[in-house]
Nanobody, 123 residues
Framework: QVLLEESGGGLVQAGDSLRLSCAASGGVFSRYIVGWFRQVPGKEREFVGAINWYGGNTNYGDSVNGRFTISRDNAKNMAYLQMNNLKPEDTAVYYC????????????????WGQGTQVSVSS
């Protein structure tokens, strides 16, 4: 199974853009659906979006739809979360997740998780 590691977080201003990366190792990356989630301390984890095995289909949470874009490069074992027009309410720890089962697309239940990267957006 793959191991996941996020990078690219940081402190930005409202309206800025940021791209998060998710590096996978130790498995066949193309076998996994990739999801992005975020969490603020004291709040439930929020679904950001997901991309299917070969990148032909994506879906997004309502709060980020139209501003965030998920992509992947299976040859590089990488997935990305491009975040545009960031808002202070986007401040959270962002996680990438992976699952080989098609059910993850529907349930948002993923077996494998990275350690997270902090994104902070100032007003």
């Amino acid at each position: 199974q793959v191991l996941l590691e996020e990078s690219g977080g940081g402190l930005v201003q409202a309206g800025d853009s940021l791209r998060l990366s998710c590096a996978a190792s130790g498995g066949v990356f193309s076998r996994y659906i990739v999801g992005w989630f975020r969490q603020v301390p004291g709040k439930e984890r929020e679904f950001v979006g997901a991309i299917n095995w070969y990148g032909g289909n994506t879906n997004y949470g309502d709060s980020v739809n139209g501003r965030f874009t998920i992509s992947r490069d299976n040859a590089k074992n990488m997935a990305y979360l491009q975040m545009n027009n960031l808002k202070p309410e986007d401040t959270a720890v962002y996680y990438c997740a992976a699952d080989a089962s098609a059910s993850a697309w529907v349930t948002n239940e993923y077996a494998l998780w990275g350690q997270g990267t902090q994104v902070s957006v100032s007003s």
